[in-house]
T-cell receptor
């Protein structure tokens, strides 16, 4: 079946603009994660959705970052007033119920000029 | 605090030689440990997890709780093993992953 998909694959924006990144998880997966992969910080957890529970937002670096998951499926990560340090590859992953492997998407490469 | 340390950013070995990628962790409890691999121009994918105790692509990793290590080993490296390798941990149930900084493995012909 189809894996995790993310769009856009690349996004170039100007400092101060808002951006939205989209993640389509594997159908039926109840858990969804966002991570950030950057040169200076490596791979960092951002936020985690599990079913109808309140999301774990403990990894969001500032209040400019937010995410939502509509209908238990698609998720959108929003970054407001982007800064140059937000430049990174944003990865989404999903996992089925009962634990197990996280399956990663191809990522969105964000460049803030 | 949860932490994963991969001391080697770069590792280069010759084809046919043994490979060991080091991983140490810090966690108060019983974590679940993973190795993820990212081949050139491909997405991050799971290589193996400690609870499976299986060998994938000739790689094995043993969890050593006394030394808090989860080193990845392969007795005979192949050129197709060249990739970026990440060690990661999660707490049982939470499943969010804490990653090490990664080791770029290059296998020379």
């Amino acid at each position: 079946g189809a894996g995790v998909s993310q769009s856009p694959s690349n996004k170039v924006t100007e400092k101060g603009k808002d951006v939205e990144l989209r993640c389509d998880p594997i159908s039926g997966h109840t858990a969804l994660y966002w991570y950030r992969q950057s040169l200076g910080q490596g791979l960092e957890f951002l936020i985690y959705f599990q079913g109808n529970s309140a999301p774990d937002k403990s990894g969001l670096p500032s209040d400019r970052f937010s995410a939502e998951r509509t209908g238990g499926s698609v998720s959108t990560l929003t970054i407001q007033r982007t800064q140059q340090e937000d430049s990174a590859v944003y990865l989404c992953a999903s996992r089925g119920a009962g634990g197990g492997t996280q399956y990663f998407g191809p990522g969105t490469r964000l460049t803030v000029l | 605090a949860q932490r994963v340390t991969q001391p080697e950013k770069l590792l280069s070995v010759f084809k046919g030689a043994p490979v060991e990628l080091k991983c140490n962790y810090s966690y108060s409890g019983s974590p679940e440990l993973f190795w993820y691999v990212q081949y050139s121009r491909q997405r991050l994918q799971l290589l193996l997890r400690h609870i499976s105790r299986e060998s994938i692509k000739g790689f094995t990793a043993d969890l050593n709780k006394g030394e808090t290590s989860f080193h990845l080993k392969k007795p005979f490296a192949q050129e197709e093993d060249s990739a970026m390798y990440y060690c990661a941990l999660s707490s049982w149930g939470a499943q969010k992953l804490v990653f090490g900084q990664g080791t770029r493995l290059t296998i020379n012909p």
